[in-house]
């Protein structure tokens, strides 16, 4: 069984996951880039800066897809949210020492450690292998988590929805509570994980890898609520804001890269000229 006293090697056992599958097969995963432009210094916390406020104030500047979007997700939270009860009750009537085990092992994926590992161990592997995607790809999965983290800690705040372990009904709030056993809307293992998980699909170039860190996020997700930490549109919403959020990264971080500036000058006795030109 996990145990948080195992933490340490659980991260230790991150790292040689990426050092054994990741590091031999990276040029097959990500394209290989040997530029040495990403890299965690003064730059990347200016654009987590820029990005973040973005991300804040981007739903000002949302077109119909967006909103869309939104409008699919709060349908969709809405209908978990009326049978909540239901669904939780039926996970925990099948519970088992097994389940527990395999569950507690799933959600441990989801903790802010094993994602620091991961994102370590993909830079590292980035930087030994001198791959920017690799570097990339952690310091994108790094502001991605970050932010969402900041958006559902804020959240979790503001709403106050008890846990399922208090034996509160799916429907009791607690605005502006600080106590973890009010923290359960939205899932911040479900939301890290689709953070991270989106950021690496984004910058895989293979299907089979997308799916791998779709289907653990997804199990994370399932894992909360299996192990009456969440309900079920506690993990819907958190893995939505973390997908989304991530999204929004990789799309900004894509429009910094795209966008040249050319400058040209032009002197002449008959003209005397100085222009500046963005390309898109």
């Not at 739903?59 to 969709?76: C, E, H, I, R, Y």
């Not at 192990?227 to 804001?241: F, Q, R, T, Y």
Request: aromatic share 16%; charged share 20%.
């Amino acid at each position: 069984m996990f145990k948080m006293n195992n933490f340490p090697k659980s991260i230790c056992v991150v790292f040689l996951f990426v050092f054994l599958f990741v590091f031999p097969f990276q040029d097959f995963l990500f394209a290989t880039n040997l530029s040495e432009k990403d890299k965690l210094n003064e730059k990347f916390f200016i654009n987590f800066k820029d990005d973040f406020t973005d991300v804040l104030v981007s739903p000002t500047k949302w077109k119909k897809k967006d909103f869309l979007n939104l409008s699919a997700v709060l349908g969709a939270g809405f209908l978990l949210y009326a049978v909540d009860q239901d669904i939780h009750q039926w996970f925990q009537d099948n519970r088992s020492p097994s389940s527990d085990d395999v569950f507690n092992v799933l959600s441990f994926f989801g903790h802010g450690g094993a994602i620091t590992g991961l994102i370590a161990a993909l830079y590292a592997t980035g930087e030994l292998s001198h791959n920017n995607s690799l570097r990339k790809t952690a310091l994108l999965s790094l502001e991605s988590w970050l932010t969402t983290g900041i958006i559902v800690t804020g959240l979790k705040c503001v709403t106050g929805r008890a846990r399922p372990y208090t034996d509160e009904s799916s429907h009791t709030f607690y605005p502006l509570a600080i106590k973890s056993r009010y923290y359960s809307f939205p899932s911040g293992h479900a939301s890290s994980a689709f953070a991270v998980a989106t950021t690496i699909a984004h910058q895989s170039e293979k299907l089979y890898f997308d799916i791998l860190a779709y289907s653990l996020a997804t199990l994370v997700a399932i894992s909360r609520v299996h192990n009456n930490k969440h309900w079920p549109s506690d993990v819907l919403v958190g893995a939505s804001i973390g997908y989304f959020v991530a999204k929004k990264i990789c799309a900004l971080d894509r429009k910094r890269n795209s966008t040249k500036v050319n400058v040209s000058f032009q002197f002449s006795h008959q003209r005397q000229a100085f222009s500046i030109t963005f390309v898109f």
